[in-house]
């Protein structure tokens, strides 16, 4: 069965315990420093997620690579933030923000932004990114994306954006993006990073990136986190500044664009007529998306990780 279905409520409350029981335990013996405890409390959502009941929907494995990567490669500038759209349990924040410390001893890129619109999901993060003492660095704000934004305006400024990582909602990840745009808050050469472009999917956000002018796009392929047979791809794409529209996606995108939403309720067990999602429907889906996307010439290039592909501006 799909690792997600089971009771998400309980799953959370597991977790929740998991982390506080085993963290106590080992910060018993010694005095423990702040980059000490996100590595801990990281490696014990690792741990937990394992558990194929216990699976987490979570940016870690190759995902975590290619995000950490892009991270690096940006020329951060002081005034420069990372903004995160979906935050879940703050795994992914708690990352940039254990790299933005270890990096730039939390000067450049130090503030991590990351928004939640499920205020269970954001208080269990807090209470994690607390845990493992990077409250300093990252903030978790409670609302959808883009009500969110117009106030990240008035707190950072103009071109205040480095890095941007979409991994809330594929559908509409291309009009968040529109909405940076429109704002001003993308900083010259800010990273935009996309998870789940093919699982399952963000078609509008993909053509957006490939065909309008204000963007240079990487894609890379890879294994969805713990889930070995089934492939994903994620966008990396710099802003070159504002430069045009991109052509009007064709219809045939605008539906697969609907149907991956379709596909999205599925998996969260939101369409119980239609039965659970297997590891066979989400091969089969993902095949599916990228067969769309390689019809218009879109194509990913293999993951191999940090070292080989160091470079991840596009
Ligand atoms: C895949 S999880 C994020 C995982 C996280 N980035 C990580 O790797 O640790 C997606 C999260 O996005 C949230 N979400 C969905 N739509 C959203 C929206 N419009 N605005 C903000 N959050 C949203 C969901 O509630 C969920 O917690």
Redesign the pocket.
């Known amino acids: 069965m799909q690792p997600a279905s089971g009771n998400h409520w309980e799953k959370l409350g597991a977790v929740v315990e998991f982390v506080e029981m085993r963290q106590q335990q080992q910060q018993h013996d010694a005095s423990i420093s702040p980059a000490v405890a996100v590595d801990q409390v990281l490696r014990l959502l690792d741990s937990f997620a394992q558990r194929r009941e216990h699976w987490l929907?979570?940016?870690?494995g190759a995902k975590a690579e290619v995000l950490e990567t892009a991270f690096e490669s940006h020329p951060w500038q002081p005034h420069e933030v990372t903004l995160?759209?979906?935050?879940?349990?703050?795994?992914?924040?708690m990352r940039l923000a254990s790299l933005a410390h270890k990096r730039f001893s939390g000067v450049l890129g130090a503030r991590i932004m990351t928004?939640?619109?499920?205020p269970v999901?954001a208080c269990i993060a807090r209470h994690f990114i607390d845990l493992a003492g990077c409250s300093r660095i990252a903030e978790v704000s409670i609302?959808?994306?883009?009500d969110v934004l117009p106030r990240f305006v008035e707190n950072f400024g103009f071109h205040a954006l480095g890095l941007v990582?979409m991994?809330?909602?594929g559908t509409?990840f291309h009009t968040d993006l529109e909405s940076l745009e429109l704002l001003n808050l993308l900083g010259p050469q800010c990273l935009e990073v996309a998870?789940?472009v093919a699982l399952p999917g963000a078609p509008l956000l993909l053509w957006h990136l490939a065909f309008g002018p204000s963007w240079d796009l990487k894609v890379h392929a890879m294994m969805e986190f713990l889930e070995p047979n089934t492939e994903d791809w994620m966008a990396v794409a710099s802003y070159q500044g504002p430069a045009g529209q991109a052509p009007p996606a064709p219809p045939s995108w605008q539906r697969l664009s609907w149907h991956t939403d379709h596909m999205r309720r599925r998996s969260a067990g939101l369409r119980p007529t239609e039965g659970d999602m297997f590891e066979q429907d989400r091969v089969a889906y993902s095949r599916h998306v990228r067969r769309h996307y390689l019809s218009a010439g879109i194509t990913a290039l293999p993951w191999h990780g940090p070292v080989e592909s160091a470079d991840l501006s596009p």
């Open positions: 929907k979570v940016a870690g995160e759209c979906g935050t879940f349990l703050g795994y992914s924040a928004v939640e619109v499920d999901h609302g959808q994306v883009k990582f991994d809330h909602k509409i998870d789940n």
